[in-house]
């Protein structure tokens, strides 16, 4: 998610208080979250925080929030070691109407890139990082946080702590009964019709989502329906954050909690994670960007998708839902209000996966970060990759191609060694 940038490399603190108390006596007569935006902590968090983004990379965004702790698997998984020469050593995607070629190593080093796995069924390809990054440090997994967000709403329901994904929100947050007929499958399609506003002034939806101290008592009073639910796909952290209230109210725990005992320990993440949360007082873990967790274990996920939600013999992800989030739906056919080149490119979205079709029934499907973080998961070729960053570097719909080159290249290398046994 985007925050908005001061263009000022150094506010002084008076200047600041300044700044903010004549903010907090002017309340505009703005047409959504005019008592939310006008809130001085909120206020003190968009105009200090987003001076400190001019020179303070993204992947220390998550040091002003406070969190909830994830505690590593007593019995961690390690991949076994594959055969790294099967990765192709020079990449290519389309760059306007050429065939761009470079160095895969030169594209990652120069696209500020973090980490770099690249994993076929249970080996590991190749583990590398960047820019003085290491096998231990933390990532951001900025909007990768809504796919994880997912398969937990997908074990809440095969648990029987929520009924389907049909239900009205309103059966599970009843204050919001006087906001239309949104269901749970409204927000995972990005088709809530709650107002979202992507620019940067601090009444926009897209800032508060991010910088509100009180989450849970912004959705409830400040929420605006813009047009009928299921009408257009139009992209909101708030839907996910809605669904982040939904999992606390039924399952009776955190976010946190529930990702640590049904996914984090069960397929043995090596380290622990956090997931930020919106102050101390409040305590909502900010479920649209904000887990924390090293590269390593974000490629197990992936591996646990990869594999329908089965982790060696265990079915931890109902297989269906799995199935259900990432296969497209030839049923689909909403206007994109938002980001609708990856429509247009063929691409789809379902349950907080940006998915692509191949073919009929070849695909490939992906977590995607603001800051050029991603789960990569081709069925067909069974690769997973990984990349973390501070920056996307190349436009993300480059990297998916860069990404299904290197599987298919990675597939041909054991179909040629395949048929040379025969």
Same mark, same amino acid.
């Given at each position: 998610?985007?925050?908005?940038?001061?263009?000022?490399?150094?506010?002084?603190?008076?200047l600041v208080a300044v700044v903010v108390s004549l903010a907090a006596t002017l309340v505009i007569d703005s047409p959504a979250n005019a008592a939310a935006w006008t809130r001085p902590a909120y206020l003190y968090r968009y105009f200090?925080?987003?001076?400190?983004?001019?020179?303070?990379?993204?992947?220390?965004?998550?040091?002003?929030?406070?969190?909830?702790?994830?505690?590593?698997?007593?019995?961690?998984?390690?991949?076994?070691?594959?055969?790294?020469?099967?990765?192709?050593?020079?990449?290519? #995607?389309?760059?306007?109407?050429? &065939?761009?070629?470079?160095?895969?190593?030169?594209? +990652?080093?120069?696209?500020?890139?973090?980490?770099?796995? &690249?994993?076929?069924?249970?080996?590991v390809l190749s583990e590398d990082y960047f820019n003085g990054f290491a096998r231990d440090s933390l990532c951001t997994a900025w909007s990768l946080s809504k796919s994880v967000t997912s398969a937990l709403l997908g074990i809440a329901?095969?648990?029987?702590?929520?009924?389907?994904?049909?239900?009205?929100?309103?059966?599970?947050?009843?204050?919001?009964?006087?906001?239309?007929?949104?269901?749970?499958?409204?927000?995972?399609?990005?088709?809530?019709?709650?107002?979202?506003?992507?620019?940067?002034?601090?009444?926009?939806?897209?800032? +508060?989502?991010?910088?509100?101290?009180?989450?849970?008592?912004?959705?409830?009073?400040?929420?605006?329906?813009?047009?009928?639910?299921?009408?257009?796909?139009?992209?909101?952290? #708030?839907?996910?954050?809605?669904?982040?209230?939904?999992?606390?109210?039924?399952?009776?725990?955190?976010?946190?909690?529930?990702?640590?005992?049904?996914?984090?320990?069960?397929?043995?993440?090596?380290?622990?994670?956090?997931?930020?949360?919106?102050?101390?007082?409040?305590?909502?873990?900010?479920?649209?960007?904000?887990?924390?967790?090293?590269?390593?274990?974000?490629?197990?996920?992936?591996?646990?998708?990869?594999?329908?939600?089965?982790?060696?013999?265990?079915?931890?992800?109902?297989?269906?839902?799995?199935?259900?989030?990432?296969?497209?739906?030839?049923?689909?056919?909403?206007?994109?209000?938002?980001?609708?080149?990856?429509?247009?490119?063929?691409? #789809?979205?379902?349950?907080?996966?940006?998915?692509?079709?191949?073919?009929?029934?070849?695909?490939?499907?992906?977590?995607?970060?603001?800051?050029?973080?991603?789960?990569?998961?081709?069925?067909?070729?069974?690769?997973?990759?990984?990349?973390?960053?501070?920056?996307?570097?190349?436009?993300?719909?480059?990297?998916?191609?860069?990404?299904q080159y290197i599987a298919d290249q990675i597939s041909q290398s054991y179909s040629r060694e395949t048929n040379a046994v025969r």
């Amino acid at each position: 998610m985007l925050i908005p940038v001061i263009h000022k490399t150094w506010i002084a603190a008076p200047l600041v208080a300044v700044v903010v108390s004549l903010a907090a006596t002017l309340v505009i007569d703005s047409p959504a979250n005019a008592a939310a935006w006008t809130r001085p902590a909120y206020l003190y968090r968009y105009f200090v925080w987003g001076a400190q983004r001019v020179v303070s990379p993204r992947s220390r965004d998550y040091l002003n929030y406070g969190s909830h702790t994830i505690d590593k698997s007593p019995a961690p998984f390690h991949f076994a070691p594959g055969d790294r020469s099967r990765i192709p050593t020079t990449v290519e #995607y389309a760059d306007g109407d050429t &065939v761009k070629r470079i160095a895969l190593d030169e594209l +990652l080093r120069t696209t500020g890139t973090h980490a770099f796995i &690249v994993i076929r069924d249970n080996q590991v390809l190749s583990e590398d990082y960047f820019n003085g990054f290491a096998r231990d440090s933390l990532c951001t997994a900025w909007s990768l946080s809504k796919s994880v967000t997912s398969a937990l709403l997908g074990i809440a329901i095969a648990e029987g702590y929520i009924k389907s994904l049909d239900d009205p929100i309103v059966n599970y947050l009843p204050e919001l009964k006087d906001q239309g007929a949104i269901t749970i499958r409204n927000l995972v399609t990005m088709g809530s019709g709650i107002q979202y506003r992507f620019s940067f002034f601090p009444w926009d939806e897209f800032v +508060l989502a991010g910088y509100y101290p009180d989450i849970r008592q912004l959705l409830l009073t400040d929420l605006k329906i813009m047009e009928p639910p299921g009408q257009s796909f139009h992209y909101n952290n #708030y839907n996910t954050e809605l669904i982040g209230m939904i999992l606390e109210r039924t399952t009776g725990r955190a976010p946190s909690q529930y990702l640590q005992e049904k996914i984090w320990k069960p397929i043995g993440m090596e380290f622990p994670a956090t997931w930020s949360v919106d102050s101390d007082a409040d305590g909502f873990e900010l479920t649209p960007i904000l887990l924390n967790a090293r590269a390593i274990d974000l490629a197990k996920f992936g591996r646990l998708y990869l594999n329908n939600g089965n982790w060696d013999g265990k079915q931890i992800i109902p297989r269906q839902w799995v199935a259900d989030s990432t296969t497209p739906d030839p049923n689909d056919h909403r206007p994109w209000e938002t980001f609708s080149r990856w429509q247009d490119q063929g691409g #789809y979205y379902k349950y907080f996966w940006w998915g692509i079709s191949q073919s009929d029934s070849d695909y490939s499907y992906m977590g995607i970060g603001t800051y050029g973080q991603f789960i990569f998961v081709s069925p067909k070729t069974k690769v997973v990759i990984i990349r973390t960053a501070d920056d996307d570097g190349i436009d993300p719909r480059n990297w998916r191609e860069v990404f299904q080159y290197i599987a298919d290249q990675i597939s041909q290398s054991y179909s040629r060694e395949t048929n040379a046994v025969r």
